[in-house]
């Protein structure tokens, strides 16, 4: 039987398996079109600042909407169809304006798509984890298959699998079920305010430093994630490891994300969602200060499988705590602004790390244990602030 939740889990599935192969290919693909490492830059970065630009924007349309469905089909159907135009550009201006335009839609649609499948999951006393885990697979899928596609079939392969992955996307999406509860049927955002009537009543909630302080810690702690997967081939490859290696390594991450979310319902309902963003900060303080010291190819090994800690639980903890304190007038904006802070802390710690780089080496992954370190402080602010009791993930 196709419930809610096995249709939301198909779309997941789908959701990161375009991104699974770009991050694997793109550069190199751009790269034999001629586009200079410059222009390369730009091509990832443009898309990122028009997701900034307009995620908030999108956010409070999809809470307006008769339901939170609306603004992800419209988001994947747009960002299946304009891939297609990829087909027919091959300098660096063509490439840009397509690129960006199929990496928004879907940009700004994921805060959405978390914030609706957390008000689903909770009215139905369903897994958000183990809906969630299956985009990591998909991910991962493409990771690994795009390596040995482009073998057997060439570097030509790239962009009909790329469209062909989003088209697939853009079809799942039309199989959503609805995502807010029926005008009878109350949802169970325990503890939440009712919702206000508009400005900055509305928003009254979530600007309580209490609750600020914690999402703002988890952008420090994301973003120290966000440098690793940035830098960390360059610097293992500088430290003499092979690609064969390396490429397993960064697989290994994302298995153990994967696997942390599958078993995230075994244990989430008791540590309170801060205690787990605080725990991802603690771990992380520890994996990032250990990497830097140059360990051996094992100890990397058993620090990538810490992955499953330093981001999958930090971010479940977030989404949770969002689910627990807002209403579902708020809900996509409030998960928007979250995702808003994220790449903003990202675009700005990135820029920093590879300043530090071309001196210090793997010494600068030093920089993003200070970074959990700082974002921990913040978790840990807010819990003093307000104890936790009623914050336990549901």
């Not at 079920?177 to 049927?185: I, S, T, V």
């Not at 109350?186 to 400005?199: D, I, M, N, R, Y």
């Not at 008791?270 to 303080?285: D, E, P």
Request: hydrophobic fraction near 55%; glycine fraction near 10%.
């Amino acid at each position: 039987m196709l419930t809610p939740e096995r249709r939301t889990t198909t779309f997941y599935f789908t959701y990161f398996m375009g991104p699974g192969a770009a991050v694997m290919f793109l550069p190199i693909w751009l790269s034999e079109k001629g586009i200079s490492p410059e222009q390369i830059g730009i091509i990832n970065a443009l898309p990122v600042f028009a997701i900034l630009a307009l995620n908030l924007i999108v956010g409070r349309i999809a809470d307006r909407a008769k339901d939170w469905r609306q603004a992800i089909v419209i988001g994947a159907l747009i960002g299946g169809i304009v891939p297609i135009g990829l087909f027919w550009v091959n300098e660096f201006w063509g490439i840009l304006l397509f690129w960006t335009l199929a990496s928004v839609p879907t940009g700004v649609t994921g805060p959405v798509l978390d914030a609706a499948t957390m008000r689903l999951t909770r009215r139905n006393g369903s897994d958000f984890g183990a809906i969630r885990a299956w985009g990591t697979v998909g991910y991962m899928l493409f990771n690994g298959l795009t390596g040995y596609l482009v073998a057997w079939y060439g570097s030509a392969v790239f962009v009909p699998l790329f469209v062909g992955l989003t088209l697939l996307r853009a079809l799942a999406a039309l199989q959503l079920p609805p995502f807010r509860a029926p005008a009878e049927q109350p949802t169970l955002a325990a503890v939440a305010p009712a919702p206000a009537s508009g400005g900055l009543d509305r928003l009254r909630p979530i600007l309580q430093p209490w609750f600020l302080l914690p999402l703002i810690g988890f952008c420090f702690i994301y973003a120290a994630h966000y440098i690793f997967n940035s830098f960390a081939a360059l610097v293992w490859k500088a430290q003499g490891i092979g690609e064969e290696i390396i490429g397993p390594l960064i697989a290994l991450g994302s298995a153990s994300e994967a696997l942390m979310m599958f078993a995230w319902r075994r244990f989430g309902g008791r540590i309170s969602a801060r205690q787990l963003m605080l725990l991802a900060a603690v771990a992380g303080l520890l994996r990032w200060a250990a990497m830097a010291i140059e360990p051996s190819v094992p100890v990397l090994f058993a620090l990538q499988m810490s992955h499953g800690v330093t981001f999958a639980l930090g971010y479940l903890g977030c989404v949770h705590f969002i689910a627990n304190w807002t209403s579902e007038d708020i809900a996509a904006e409030t998960q928007s602004l979250f995702t808003v802070g994220q790449q903003l802390m990202s675009v700005i710690t990135v820029i920093g790390f590879g300043v530090l780089i071309p001196f210090y080496g793997a010494q600068s992954f030093f920089a993003s244990a200070a970074l959990a370190l700082v974002g921990g402080a913040f978790v840990w602010l807010s819990i003093r602030m307000k104890p936790p009791k009623d914050d336990l993930p549901r």
